[in-house]
């Protein structure tokens, strides 16, 4: 899968926590209590992280996180 889809900004320390556990399915309030927030901010995180990786919901997110998860372990067979 070519990455030249995406947005080229790179996500915080703290969007990358929150994209992870998405991308393990985890629901918004399951996110909250994961990283000690509130649902709001979870939202508002994922409302930056989609503007900011050019996405436009969590399924994208996820195969965004697999993509850069995945891609460089199979480079290196």
């Known amino acids: 899968m070519s990455n030249e889809r995406y947005g080229s900004r790179v996500p915080s320390e703290r969007e990358q926590r929150v994209i992870q556990?998405?991308?393990?399915?985890?629901?918004?309030?399951?996110?909250?209590?994961?990283?000690?927030?509130?649902?709001?901010?979870?939202?508002?995180?994922?409302?930056?992280?989609?503007?900011?990786?050019g996405l436009w919901n969590r399924v994208e997110l996820a195969l965004w996180y697999e993509s850069r998860r995945i891609g460089p372990a199979l480079s290196m067979q």
């Not at 990283?35 to 930056?48: A, Q």
């Open 21 to 53: 556990l998405v991308a393990e399915g985890l629901k918004n309030k399951e996110v909250a209590d994961a990283i000690g927030t509130t649902e709001h901010v979870v939202k508002n995180y994922l409302r930056v992280i989609y503007d900011k990786l």
